[in-house]
């Protein structure tokens, strides 16, 4: 029984001197995993919302509506998606579709607009490379070749799609009226192809600014 007792006088003398510190460290612990789990449901709700907002942008492309109309609807949930959810994938995805669809109603310049700003927005490798190629070729329909040029020289690594990257630096320096330079990003979209790949359109440009320095 004394032993007892002074177990416990023991006890209440650690307690008066480390229970505070106790209690602390497990309000933490407990905040903490609160913290985690409000963050966790958080993000959760956050990608549902965004996935909902891309899905919204698809459906809307694939309605009966006349084509105005379903582009006017598509930039609607488009600007509401970046406005809620400006770092999620699926706003920078949205905004690609949104550029493609521009791209096929021939309006080069707002495809320039989403691509650059998807850029801006994208992570890490390989999406801005896949980017950057698109706008680029935006950039050359709406007749901003230099901006072109600009925009692959800040590709440091084209990865696997060099041979693409060099075949479009090429296509940007013949419009901008270099043609020294064309024909070197050509010869170097054949390279990286390899000698099993033939690629009878980019002979075809080669033989192309031949045929124009012979004349």
Request: charged content about 30%; proline content about 2%; overall charge negative.
């Amino acid at each position: 029984m004394a032993e007892e007792d002074e177990q416990w006088e023991a006890f209440k003398r650690w307690w008066k001197q480390n229970g505070s510190s106790v209690l602390m460290g497990i309000a933490i612990v407990v905040l903490g995993i609160a913290g985690w789990q409000y963050w966790e449901a958080r993000e959760a709700s956050a990608r549902a919302e965004a996935r909902q907002g891309f899905d919204s942008v698809i459906s809307t492309l694939q309605s009966d509506k006349e084509t105005e109309e379903r582009l006017s609807t598509m930039e609607y949930a488009l600007d509401n998606l970046k406005d809620s959810q400006p770092d999620s994938p699926y706003t920078v995805f949205s905004a690609m579709v949104a550029a493609s669809v521009y791209m096929e109603e021939s309006r080069a310049e707002d495809a320039v607009e989403e691509l650059e700003w998807a850029l801006e927005q994208a992570g890490g490798q390989p999406l801005p490379r896949v980017i950057r190629l698109r706008l680029a070729r935006a950039q050359l329909a709406s007749g901003e070749a230099e901006g072109a040029i600009a925009t692959l020289e800040g590709l440091e690594d084209a990865g696997e799609f060099a041979p693409l990257f060099h075949e479009l630096r090429g296509d940007a320096h013949h419009a901008a009226g270099n043609e020294d330079a064309a024909r070197e990003a050509y010869q170097a979209a054949r390279e990286s192809h390899g000698e099993d790949v033939n690629d009878r359109l980019l002979e075809i440009k080669l033989s192309d600014l031949a045929v124009m320095e012979e004349g």
